[in-house]
Every structure is written in structure tokens, then in C-alpha cells.
T-cell receptor, first 114, second 115 residues
Framework: GAVVSQHPSRVICKSGTSVKIECRSL??????MFWYRQFPKQSLMLMAT?????????EQGVEKDKFLINHASLTLSTLTVTSAHPEDSSFYIC??????????FGSGTQLSVL | DQQVKQNSPSLSVQEGRISILNCDYT??????FLWYKKYPAEGPTFLIS?????DKNEDGRFTVFLNKSAKHLSLHIVPSQPGDSAVYFC??????????????FGQGTILTVHP
């Protein structure tokens, strides 16, 4: 079956640094990917829609300058958390949509900002 | 504004019995609903889905029922197995066409199946 690889699975960083998370579709092309965030014991919240070759579409309340999304190819989307702060600590998950409109999720990235 | 709600934070069931997980939604524009199983620090695993034009979809031990008039759906697992223990999320698709896949998730229900 289709696989979405998300890397890294876990990252710990100091406050003020930037962290890049990669989401790759391994065996299909994904013109559209989605980024979610999940705080402990809460729901997954959609942050943004990543479109290959164009700007990402952000959900209300999500700072686009804080969470930079780049979808440079049909198999790769990246989320960069810029100048991370402790309140950005969360579980970040991507999903990718294939040509048949099926959705596949990555395994997630646990970000801890000290 | 919680558009997808799972009002039961947890459910405990005996092995072999039926597990019923419920989900309510408020947005009548949702056209597709999905159920996912999730473990902590892992991505969601797709279980089963249903289009808004149907009222039932079955796949092995999993059946999803949709009541559009009540804006309610439920996931039935029968028979329940200890390996089914996980957090179950209901999700609704709010995007159409090229925006399909913008999911709104419920809060999740922790299912525990006892041997």
C-alpha cells in the first residue's frame, strides 16, 4: 500500500531555533498534502494545505510566518517551525492525497522545545 | 466551535462483544466521513469511511452507520478484540474537488477491550 514517510519522528530543540519536518510520499505523487497538529489528549487540528508548486493555504489562526510550508516537488512537503518556543511543542502529522483521492498519514513528529 | 464531536472520552468493552463508538457533526457541508485508529505518538491508521449519500458501509468486523438527518455516525466493531484497544477518531471531509482531504477530527474515544 501507499506509504507516507515523515521525518524526524522526534526532535528536541532549544527555544529560538528553527526545526524542519519532512513529509514524503514514497510510491505515489501527491499534489496536495496536509499538515496537522495534535496537543496531548486533544484532537488533530488542521494547520494548512500544502499545494505543489504554489503557496500553502493556512487555516484561521495559524501564523504562516511561523509555520513555513514548502511543497517543492510532487513527493515532498516540508514544514519549518521558525523561532520555536515551548508553546510550539506538539505532535505534528502530515497526510498526502493520491490521484484516487485516498489519504495517507505519516507517522508523526513529536516536537519538544526547551 | 467543535464541528465534529465524540462525546464519549472512553469506552470499555469485553472481548467478543460489540463496541459502538459515536460521532456527531454540525456542518451539513461535510460529504465524506472517516474513522481512524491511533496510538500515541503515531499517525492515524485508516479503518473505514462512508460517503454522505450512503447510510451504511461494512468492512469485515467494522461497520459505519450514517444518519444524515441527525448528523450522527457510529462505528460498530464486532466482535471486539484486545488488539482493537486504541484511540478512535471520527473525521469529516470539508474540502471539495482539489481541496478534498481537509479533515476535521473529533476529540477521540479511547477504546479498551478486556480479555
Amino acid at each position: 500500500g501507499a506509504v507516507v514517510s515523515q521525518h524526524p519522528s522526534r526532535v528536541i530543540c532549544k527555544s529560538g531555533t528553527s526545526v524542519k519536518i519532512e513529509c514524503r510520499s514514497l510510491d505515489f505523487q501527491a499534489t496536495t498534502m496536509f499538515w496537522y497538529r495534535q496537543f496531548p489528549k486533544q484532537s488533530l487540528m488542521l494547520m494548512a494545505t500544502s499545494n505543489e508548486g504554489s503557496k500553502a493555504t493556512y487555516e484561521q489562526g495559524v501564523e504562516k510566518d511561523k509555520f513555513l510550508i514548502n511543497h517543492a516537488s510532487l513527493t515532498l512537503s516540508t514544514l519549518t517551525v521558525t523561532s520555536a518556543h515551548p508553546e510550539d511543542s506538539s505532535f505534528y502529522i502530515c497526510s498526502a492525497r493520491d490521484g484516487a483521492y485516498r489519504l495517507f498519514f505519516g507517522s508523526g513528529t513529536q516536537l519538544s522545545v526547551l | 466551535d467543535q464541528q465534529v464531536k465524540q462525546n464519549s472520552p472512553s469506552l470499555s468493552v469485553q472481548e467478543g462483544r460489540i463496541s459502538i463508538l459515536n460521532c456527531d457533526y454540525t456542518n451539513s457541508m461535510f460529504d465524506y466521513f472517516l474513522w481512524y485508529k491511533k496510538y500515541p505518538a503515531e499517525g492515524p491508521t485508516f479503518l473505514i469511511s462512508i460517503s454522505s449519500i450512503k447510510d451504511k458501509n461494512e468492512d469485515g468486523r467494522f461497520t459505519v452507520f450514517l444518519n444524515k438527518s441527525a448528523k450522527h455516525l457510529s462505528l460498530h466493531i464486532v466482535p471486539s478484540q484486545p488488539g482493537d484497544s486504541a484511540v478512535y477518531f471520527c473525521a469529516a471531509n470539508g474540502g471539495s474537488g482539489t481541496s478534498y482531504g481537509k479533515l476535521t477530527f473529533g476529540q477521540g474515544t479511547i477504546l479498551t477491550v478486556h480479555p
